[in-house]
């Protein structure tokens, strides 16, 4: 099993739609959470750090499911600008290093 | 303005010439990292520095070398390209593993 997975993708949505992704996390003890945001061929930027109680920023709500070990990441009222590949990262708990997902990539349609 | 700076943007060199990518950052971060991001495959570490003098490795580390004698700086060389080694590198540094890392634009490389 890969330490984090994500669907691929394509996510196709139209404009105003509501998506959710989700990312799975294989090592129990893994402490810290995020999802960045990656243009084509750009690097990649935080978009928000994932909390145990839940957080919102904006059309974005992140969630964590410690049971189930799981992260989620929700759009509401898509843009055609939130069209990007959301990668999720986790930091695996006790070690410095930093595990990155494939990435979910998004396309908002008109 | 705070940012991670690579160079070169694009490299094609050819098999077995030693070649460095250099990565300076201005913002005092303590870790430091590099990645290889490949279709398919995501972004991968390399190898990290939690310090000055202080660096292990990350996931992919075979024919890589790094070094950290500076904080602002984290070279990654590569002895003895190989095709294999054809991708997009990213560079990022943080303040520590648990916090927001910044990301370089990247180095495309390619091996022939």
């Known amino acids: 099993r890969k330490e984090v997975e994500q669907d691929p993708g394509p996510f196709n949505v139209p404009e105003g739609a509501t998506v959710a992704f989700n990312c799975t996390y294989s090592?129990?003890?893994?402490?810290?959470f995020f999802w960045y945001r990656q243009d084509c061929r750009k690097e990649p930027k935080l978009l928000m750090s994932?909390?145990?109680s839940g957080n919102e920023d904006g059309r974005f709500t992140a969630q964590l499911n410690r049971a189930s070990q799981y992260i989620s990441l929700l759009i509401r009222d898509s843009k055609l600008s939130d069209s990007a590949t959301y990668l999720c990262v986790v930091n695996r708990g006790g070690y410095q290093k930093v595990t990155f997902g494939i990435g979910t990539k998004l396309q908002v349609i008109p | 303005e705070a940012q991670v700076t690579q160079n070169p943007r694009y490299l094609i060199t050819v098999t077995g010439k030693k070649l460095t990518v250099t990565c300076s950052q201005n913002m005092n971060h303590e870790y430091m990292s590099w990645y290889r991001q490949d279709p398919g495959l995501g972004l991968r570490q390399i190898y990290y520095?939690?310090?000055?003098?202080?660096?292990d490795k990350g996931d992919v580390p075979e024919g890589y070398k790094v070094s950290r004698k500076e904080k602002r700086n984290f070279p990654l060389i590569l002895e003895s390209p190989s095709p294999n080694q054809t991708s997009l590198y990213f560079c990022?540094?943080?303040?520590?593993?648990?916090?927001?890392?910044?990301f370089g634009q990247g180095t495309r490389l390619t091996v022939v």
């Open positions: 994932v909390y145990s």
């Open positions: 090592n129990s003890a893994s402490q810290s």
């Open positions: 520095s939690m310090n000055v003098e202080v660096t």
């Open positions: 990022a540094s943080s303040a520590g593993v648990s916090t927001e890392a910044f």
